[in-house]
């Protein structure tokens, strides 16, 4: 059986990107994105819920790299698909990290407000009357 690894994100950028590089060579841009979630409260109930932020590591490559580190800025809302992955990365004082990370596959940039949208969510059932079908 073939396992899945994809990871779908939409939040906002911590900071503005930059473009990097690995020791190799290999040019990348590091997105931070924070997406936030309802989580329950201690009474463990599900009455009492409070919002929790979830910071993650985002890694671009290519020109899709370059593009990201040309347009977007800090708190702009993306929505990122990839997929985990686990790397190495060196610390300034030499010593190396084993860190845990998204390798986004496509990066999509999301407008900065939602006035452009519709007052209704589309999405949702409607309050007006349906009607009768014959």
């Not at 993306?78 to 990066?107: C, D, M, P, W």
């Amino acid at each position: 059986m073939q396992g899945l690894n994809k990871i779908l994100l939409m939040g906002r950028l911590g900071s503005t990107p930059h473009i990097q590089a690995t020791k190799n060579g290999k040019s990348f841009t590091g997105l931070s994105i924070a997406t936030h979630r309802n989580r329950n409260t201690a009474d463990g109930d599900g009455s009492t819920t409070s919002e929790t932020t979830d910071w993650h590591y985002v890694r671009v490559w290519g020109t899709q790299a370059e593009t990201c580190a040309k347009y977007l800025t800090k708190g702009q809302p993306v929505l990122v698909e990839g997929y985990l992955s686990h790397f190495s990365q060196s610390k300034e004082n030499g010593e190396t990290e084993k860190k845990t990370g998204i390798n986004a596959l496509r990066v999509d940039f999301l407008p900065r407000n939602n006035s452009h949208l519709p007052s209704s969510n589309p999405y949702s059932p409607s309050s007006d009357p349906q009607p009768e079908p014959n």
